[in-house]
């Protein structure tokens, strides 16, 4: 059974920064694309950053040049470095991995950015 396990979330001030960990079990990352989404209140789920085999990268434009996505297949873990974060960034972020065209999510961290 698969498990992803967020961690990192908090609370920082506008303009600083985190970093996100996925800790995944019950799967190989290598094996697999990886990502980060987030849903802030009242709004839809964004798929926020995309990491594939080996290291390809996609963004949302709305963090495009502000976060990082990662992977360490030895640690078996995703990150998600976000920085110069702004108080719109602020929701639960989900760590993903694909399967068959869809995502299995683990259960999000909270980030909230305040102003």
């Known amino acids: 059974q698969v498990q992803l396990v967020e961690s990192g979330g908090g609370l920082v001030q506008a303009g600083g920064s985190l970093r996100l960990s996925c800790v995944a079990s019950?799967?190989?990352?290598?094996?697999?694309?990886m990502a980060w989404s987030r849903q802030a209140p009242g709004k839809q789920r964004e798929l926020v950053a995309i990491?594939?085999?080996?290291?390809?990268?996609n963004y949302a434009d709305s963090v495009k040049g502000r976060f990082t996505i990662s992977r360490d297949n030895a640690k078996n873990t995703v990150y998600l470095q976000m920085n110069s974060l702004k108080p719109e960034d602020t929701a639960v972020y989900y760590c993903?991995?694909?399967?068959?065209?869809?995502?299995?999510w683990g259960k999000g961290t909270l980030v909230t950015v305040s102003s």
């Open positions: 019950g799967t190989m990352i290598s094996l697999n694309a």
């Open positions: 993903g991995r694909s399967n068959y065209g869809m995502y299995d």
């Open positions: 990491i594939t085999r080996p290291f390809s990268t």
